[in-house]
């Protein structure tokens, strides 16, 4: 390398180039959502005053906390230009493996073990359909959603693996300084996956692997390991928190897990992060999450069917998506 | 310079008029304030280097771009533009280089998409197969009804689109570069049909770099350069030098200054370069403090070549020598930064992450250093070398979308200068930029070959090379046809533009 190249400053510029468009209409929108979520914890104090009380709220993350974790890796899979449909499959292998490996093995930390294993398994077979191969990450991951949710029935035979062990439980019913430790968990992934998407490398190379896939190829990034990766994570996540709600509920089986894909995508869309990819933020999600929490707690507190969760659900999203897109037909 | 248009002022409305159209696109001028105007009947070629404006006055005469300013008509109708639909109801129909058939259709179901024609609400197959075979006779066109499109020529298919916009009852015909895919012979046969069009009253605009087809075909030629419309006569008042010295034109004041510092030793040698169709056995070697500028068309294969050496061309081939030792062809971008050879690509949409701040796009893809980010650290580092540049360092939090293209080209010179590369491989560094950042990205060249780097350009503004290139090779049809230092007679927009235009036939005797 030219190591003596020495770039010292050029001689002063003929003119100031001209400025910019603002930047204060996307300051306006990036902080929207934040007053959408405030709007939505004070409508729901007046509707139901319990709603702020800490058993409310432990309960509200509990029931939130899968989703909520899956709703992470799917924020880096969507902001590498991704999408990943195959989670709510692979939250229920996670569920079945770590029960059933727990019943045969008798131990709960290889049925943990196991599931995350399961995951890694699935995300990479994610990561070659769609970054090696080339599939539509959309069709890629619809297909293998039921591949693995196939798997995921033969190898309970369809039925649940009730495990009787109170270790087993260990995981999602203990507590971690009085805090539940499902909630624990659930916090710390968002902060290292916070961290990981926000302040390291890796995190950057997500962001410009969606953003501009060829400029960071130009760049030199191994693009196709890059976007392999966020599969692998999202799997891992999956996995890992079918597992939480096993270990919650003291059964794993096959059937479960159906919203969960939409759910987080939806979580991941109402947080702010763009569907186009290359936008987005760890801190979007969890304010998505706490959105989507707070509706689903309101909804059941109200005593509203789940018929009305499941149109209010969708509805939402496709405001969200809409606005997202409206904004940038706006823009270009 | 605007000679006045030659033809007599008439009372029949014309085809075409624009008034003071212009166009801006985010900052940069593309076509500042036109006036063309294109009888009824006539063949009427526009012309011009690349970035002339040329595609973009295209754009606006066939309604899918809207004027910032000034006017277009279609037969007297002003079209309000953005809506390729407008002008077609006005009978102008337009072919792009980027044929709009559906793959999967026949010849005939291409023809006639978006105009089927029915019967009692069914469609007519026999009335469809009667107008086509009509339509092929009248044009002397040999193109089965049920091949599919996907299986036909390039050509074959710019026959399809054409007889489509004569089914849609297209009274103006718009075509840009049309033979730039085309074979010689299958040339032949679309200048054949356009014989026949223009025999039935149809007007034609076309644009085109084959000059000779330019002087052939037209009745009127208009020459753009930079945007505006340098002179627009009969053919008759045309030679291919005059057309030349419009196009080229004249730079009064010089941008910048070769480097009077002496070259180093070699650093980058390749021999045989290939890529097959469009790179045939180049050589270029290039030493430190040197530049050495490519200059040719588009589609002369020197943008390729450019990728090719850096690896983002992974179907190329040849010796590489780097420092006087012998490496691998690389395969990769990565593999050829690793070994000191960056690419500054051409367009930087592509090349820099638009939605990210000037600090993230300079560090992107830099492996040095630990997992985490020091955002201090790089803004110091960014802004240290984008000042070398010129670029305004309170700007390099911005995301690169809201900057000017000249400060976009100043971030990604930056960014590959930051790798600390002995060799740079610079494709367009000034395109769609305004005069004064062409000059400060000019100069910021000419001082990184003094501190030693080997630099290698390509500009289709060819005054910009000459102005810094140590050397120049012109580039045609894939081919290196001359060689010419800057002490050399040749060493001038004349001589160059001579052999860029050099046609196959003559390129072929040059080797």
């Known amino acids: ?332 | 310079m605007n000679d006045p248009t030659p033809q007599a002022p008439t009372t029949s409305t014309p085809a075409i008029a624009c008034r003071g159209a212009r166009k801006v696109f985010s900052g940069s001028v593309a076509v500042a304030g036109a006036d063309v105007v294109v009888r009824t009947g006539e063949v009427h070629a526009l012309v011009g280097e690349n970035g002339a404006g040329k595609s973009t006055l295209l754009g606006m005469i066939s309604g899918r771009l809207a004027a910032d300013d000034g006017t277009v008509e279609v037969f007297g109708h002003r079209l309000q533009g953005g809506n390729p639909r407008e002008s077609r109801d006005h009978g102008l129909v337009a072919v792009y280089q980027e044929l709009t058939m559906v793959p999967g259709l026949t010849a005939e179901a291409n023809v006639f998409l978006g105009q089927v024609r029915t019967r009692r609400g069914l469609l007519d197959a026999r009335g469809m197969r009667r107008r086509y075979l009509e339509l092929c006779d009248e044009l002397d066109i040999h193109v089965p009804p049920t091949a599919l499109a996907r299986d036909l020529s390039v050509s074959q298919q710019q026959m399809l689109e054409i007889m489509r916009g004569i089914e849609s009852n297209g009274r103006i015909l718009v075509l840009d570069e049309p033979t730039a895919a085309l074979a010689e012979h299958e040339r032949e046969v679309l200048y054949r049909v356009l014989r026949t069009l223009t025999a039935r009253g149809t007007t034609i605009v076309f644009v085109s770099h084959n000059l000779d087809e330019v002087l052939d075909l037209s009745d009127t030629i208009t020459v753009l350069r930079d945007g505006q419309v340098v002179r627009s006569a009969a053919r008759a008042d045309w030679t291919r030098p005059t057309l030349i010295e419009h196009m080229v034109g004249r730079t009064v004041d010089k941008l910048a200054e070769r480097g009077t510092h002496p070259a180093g030793a070699e650093v980058l040698s390749a021999r045989s370069v290939r890529l097959p169709g469009v790179l045939h056995d180049i050589d270029v070697t290039v030493r430190a403090g040197e530049i050495v500028g490519l200059w040719g068309l588009v589609g002369s294969g020197r943008t390729t070549f450019l990728r090719s050496l850096a690896g983002a061309e992974p179907a190329s081939s040849g010796d590489l020598r780097i420092h006087g030792e012998e490496v691998a062809w690389p395969r990769t971008v990565r593999r050829s930064i690793d070994r000191g050879v960056v690419l500054v690509p051409e367009s930087r949409k592509e090349a820099l992450v638009l939605g990210m701040d000037g600090t993230s796009n300079f560090w992107l893809g830099r492996r040095r250093g630990g997992p985490f980010l020091d955002r201090g650290a790089e803004r110091e580092d960014a802004a240290e070398t984008a000042g070398f540049f010129a670029f305004d360092r309170s700007r390099l939090g911005a995301p690169v979308r809201t900057l000017s293209g000249g400060n976009q080209q100043k971030v990604l010179l930056a960014k590959w200068a930051g790798h600390r590369p002995d060799v740079f491989l610079i494709d367009e560094p000034t395109r769609g930029i305004d005069i004064g950042a062409k000059a400060e990205v000019l100069t910021s060249l000419v001082r990184l070959a003094a501190e030693g780097a080997a630099v290698v350009v390509t500009s289709s503004e060819l005054e910009e090379v000459l102005a810094i290139a140590n050397r120049l090779l012109v580039f045609a049809h894939g081919s290196v046809v001359r060689e010419i230092a800057s002490d050399d007679p040749e060493f001038n927009v004349d001589a160059v533009v001579r052999h860029g235009f050099s046609t196959g036939d003559t390129d072929e005797l040059v080797h």
């Open chain 1, 1 to 332: 390398m030219n190591s003596s190249t020495d770039l010292s400053p050029a001689a002063p510029a003929a003119a100031a180039a001209p400025a910019g468009r603002p930047a204060f209409a996307p300051a306006v929108s990036r902080f929207a959502m934040i007053g959408v979520l405030v709007a939505l914890v004070v409508l729901a104090t007046a509707l139901y005053p319990g709603f702020l009380s800490p058993a409310n709220l432990r309960d509200l993350l509990l029931q939130n906390t899968a989703v909520g974790i899956v709703a992470l890796g799917m924020t880096f899979v969507i902001i590498s230009g991704g999408f990943d449909l195959s989670v709510g499959a692979t939250y229920a292998l996670g569920a079945t493996v770590s029960a059933g490996v727990a019943l045969s093995t008798g131990s709960p930390v290889l049925g943990i073990l196991a599931a995350v294993g399961a995951g890694v398994v699935c995300g990479i077979a994610n990561g070659t359909l769609v970054a090696r191969i080339g599939i539509n990450p959309f069709v890629a991951t619809l297909g293998s959603a039921s591949v693995i949710s196939g798997i995921a029935y033969l190898y309970s035979s369809s039925a649940p693996f009730i495990v009787a062990d109170p270790n087993f439980k260990i995981l999602a019913r203990s507590s971690v300084a009085s805090i539940p430790t499902p909630i624990v968990v659930l916090a710390v992934t968002f902060v290292v996956g916070g961290v990981a998407l926000a302040m390291t490398r890796y995190g950057r190379n997500i962001y410009a692997v969606g953003g501009n896939h060829e400029a960071g190829w130009l760049s030199g990034l191994r693009v196709k390991d890059l976007t392999a990766s966020v599969y692998v994570l999202t799997g891992v996540l999956a996995a890992f928190a079918g597992t939480i709600d096993a270990s919650r509920l003291g059964v794993g089986q096959a059937d479960v897990g159906a919203n969960i894909a939409l759910d987080a995508i939806a979580i991941v869309i109402v947080g702010g992060t763009s569907l186009r990819g290359g936008e987005g933020a760890v801190w979007r999600t969890a304010v998505g999450l706490l959105i989507f929490a707070t509706l689903t707690n309101l909804f059941y507190s109200l005593n509203l069917s789940q018929n009305w969760q499941l149109l209010a659900k969708g509805a939402i999203v496709l405001v969200a998506v809409g606005l997202d897109s409206w904004s940038r037909n706006r823009r270009s």
